[in-house]
């Protein structure tokens, strides 16, 4: 089944509490974010909405500090016990890891991850070919607090939030080439695209 932005919205406030309100104006701006992209690249905008609003949707059902497999497990579980097509369900996996890696995300996984029962499905699951979609939804993922940033601006929020480990240094360089990447796709620095980003130097 197809998913729109407009549904997808309706989902996430049909689980708005005060408790998960970060998370959910998070995902709101990844969305927003994500469609101006898109549009620049002359893509679907509403499709890279739809998956940037979804992108973090099991976080409602994971607990704060269970580490990054479980949200996204959980998130994907449920999209798909909705009946989403795979498209939709996958971008739950796919937005914390970088390069087809699961050792290629931002913060630190729980030492437990490796022994969670879906580890093997991840790592496995991350090695399809990732969508310009999946891609724009990983880059603005890292440009986006409730609102956009440069990425070296939420690099350092995610580091003084989740501190160094050892990945540190191999996500920041592709966490660049990405940002790379899409700058050679339009042509000029895509934050030209986000006047805003300007406010928050």
Not at 165 to 193: I, P, S, V, W
């Amino acid at each position: 089944m197809k998913l729109t932005s407009a549904a997808a919205r309706q989902l996430l406030n049909g689980l708005r509490s005060e408790r998960n309100r970060r998370w959910l104006d998070h995902s709101i701006c990844v969305g927003n974010a994500a469609g101006v992209i898109a549009s620049a690249l002359h893509l679907d905008a509403d499709y890279a909405k739809t998956l940037g609003y979804i992108h973090d949707i099991g976080k409602k059902f994971a607990d704060i500090g269970d580490g990054v497999l479980p949200h996204a497990v959980k998130g994907y579980e449920y999209l798909k016990a909705l009946d989403y097509d795979e498209e939709y369900a996958g971008i739950c996996l796919k937005h914390s890891f970088l390069n087809n890696d699961i050792d290629c995300l931002a913060n630190d996984r729980d030492a437990t991850d490796s022994c969670h029962p879906d580890y093997e499905f991840v790592k496995n699951y991350l090695k399809q070919d990732y969508t310009i979609y999946d891609r724009i939804i990983n880059l603005c993922d890292l440009m986006c607090t409730t609102e956009v940033l440069t990425v070296d601006k939420r690099m350092m929020d995610l580091l003084l939030r989740h501190g160094v480990y050892a990945k540190t240094h191999y996500h920041l360089q592709e966490t660049q080439r990405l940002k790379e990447f899409f700058d050679d796709q339009l042509g000029y620095n895509l934050y030209d695209l986000f006047p805003a980003i300007k406010d928050h130097l």
